[in-house]
């Protein structure tokens, strides 16, 4: 078990700045969900989250967080801010995460399906290591302010640069290994835009072809 005011400096983050709205998530639950670390990318490779250089002091409570409490490895952290989750499985994550709840809220208990039970996990500063990929899984109705943390590996996430965030200037910065990210590039940097619509056609038209 974890004490509680090992995530006050989370809250007080949260509160002061609540997350976005993250519109990916919708059909999987509802509330407030985002993600910090490696993410996958539609028809790109994984790369940082711009989470990651847009609340990096949100991030480094986090990277601290994991520091003390997290002995499995990640690459990435889903931080969810009153976010009822559907029945799912996370299927773009491998091995074991690492999930804690925390916040003043009540019910909120964690249903997991496996086999053919279904069992009821209270995971308020109580963390569940499990291998969520694996295992359908949802939140139960709660009241109050419930927040969680999962740590995980997404998948194709080899060979990034080890992140990090740095107080310089009298601000916190997000870097990627040595390089100090104040945006990730656009896929399309460098094209016009007609062109950019020319290669999204021809790599349609591949696909039909060898489909």
């Not at 539609?42 to 609340?55: E, G, I, N, T």
């Not at 039970?117 to 109580?126: A, C, F, N, R, S």
Request: net charge positive; with cysteine; hydrophobic share 30%.
């Amino acid at each position: 078990m974890i004490d509680a005011s090992e995530f006050s400096n989370i809250i007080l983050e949260l509160q002061r700045q609540p997350l976005q709205t993250n519109n990916y998530r919708n059909k999987a639950g509802s509330g407030r969900s985002q993600a910090f670390g490696v993410v996958c990318r539609r028809c790109l490779l994984p790369d940082y989250s711009r989470q990651c250089w847009v609340r990096p002091y949100l991030y480094k409570l986090l990277l601290d967080f994991a520091d003390k409490h997290v002995k499995i490895p990640y690459t990435s952290i889903t931080v969810n801010q009153n976010y009822k989750a559907a029945a799912h499985k996370d299927k773009g994550n491998v091995g074991e995460s690492f999930l804690v709840a925390f916040g003043d809220y009540r019910g909120g208990c964690l249903e997991v399906e496996e086999g053919s039970e279904k069992k009821l996990y209270d995971v308020k500063h109580t963390p569940l290591v499990l291998d969520f990929s694996k295992y359908m899984h949802s939140v139960q109705d709660f009241e109050g302010e419930r927040y969680s943390l999962v740590f995980y590996t997404a998948r194709k996430s080899e060979g990034l640069p080890k992140p990090s965030v740095r107080f310089e200037d009298n601000k916190w910065n997000f870097y990627r290994g040595e390089e100090k990210i104040k945006g990730l590039p656009h896929p399309l940097k460098g094209r016009k835009r007609d062109s950019g619509m020319q290669m999204y056609r021809e790599e349609k038209e591949v696909v039909i072809e060898f489909s």
